[in-house]
């Protein structure tokens, strides 16, 4: 089955990390890009940044430079999401999703990130 | 950063309505745009891309088009599965952005 499956729900103290997994099933993992949005309460779609599964190579929306890393491990397709220096802010549902020439095909289920002392 | 302009940002309709929901981007970005639906607690789901080519398995009922800055998502007959949020968004070039949202509510 061509699916993509996120890591559970986290909690996290304000300045603390978190780390977000997105298994891929079903489909050469190296073969698409994958990429991270997220969505805040309530509020519209936020793209991230792009992982590159072949080559690792990524790329990252400006304001999630420097505090975002995102890797893979090719042996068991799965994609990771590293996001740092936490804040309230940051409190949202994270994605990741198959970029097929452009668009975002298939997405996995979402992971809840909240942020609170 | 270009900037995508949807509206409106809530829509009340009937079932059997015809709807259009418009995405406006700040500045050309070819016909490099894509559709999602999404509904309360679950992801986005691909409706449209290319600004007017529909993914596989989606119903005849939604269709797209446009280019350059203006685009439109059409609903030819609103049905009650279709009672969701709609994002606009652009991948002509990077960051890619969304669309605010357009809800569409039961009249």
């Known amino acids: 089955q061509v699916q993509l499956v996120q890591s559970g729900a986290e909690v996290k103290k304000p300045g603390a990390s978190v780390k977000v997994s997105c298994r891929a099933s079903g489909y050469p993992f190296t073969g698409y890009y994958i990429h991270w949005v997220r969505q805040a309460p309530g509020h519209g779609l936020e793209w991230m940044g792009w992982i590159n599964p072949h080559s690792g190579g990524t790329n990252f929306a400006q304001k999630f430079q420097g505090r975002v890393t995102v890797t893979r491990d090719t042996s068991i397709t799965t994609a990771y999401m590293e996001l740092s220096s936490l804040t309230s802010d940051d409190t949202a549902v994270y994605y990741c999703a198959r970029d097929l020439g452009g668009r975002l095909d298939l997405w996995g289920q979402g992971t809840l990130v909240t942020v609170s002392s | 950063d270009i900037q995508m302009t949807q509206f409106p940002s809530t829509l009340s309709a009937s079932v059997g309505d015809r709807v259009t929901i418009t995405c406006r981007a700040s500045?050309?970005?070819?016909?490099?745009l894509a559709w999602y639906q999404q509904k309360p607690g679950k992801a986005p789901n691909l409706l449209i891309y290319?600004?007017?080519n529909s993914k596989s398995g989606v119903p005849s009922r939604f269709s797209g088009s446009g280019s350059g800055t203006e685009f439109t998502l059409t609903i030819s007959s609103l049905q009650p599965d279709d009672f969701a949020t709609y994002y606009c968004?652009?991948?002509?070039?990077?960051?890619?952005?969304f669309g605010q949202g357009t809800k569409v509510e039961i009249k």
């Open positions: 290319k600004a007017s």
């Open positions: 968004q652009q991948y002509n070039s990077y960051p890619w952005t």
């Open positions: 500045q050309s970005i070819s016909n490099w």
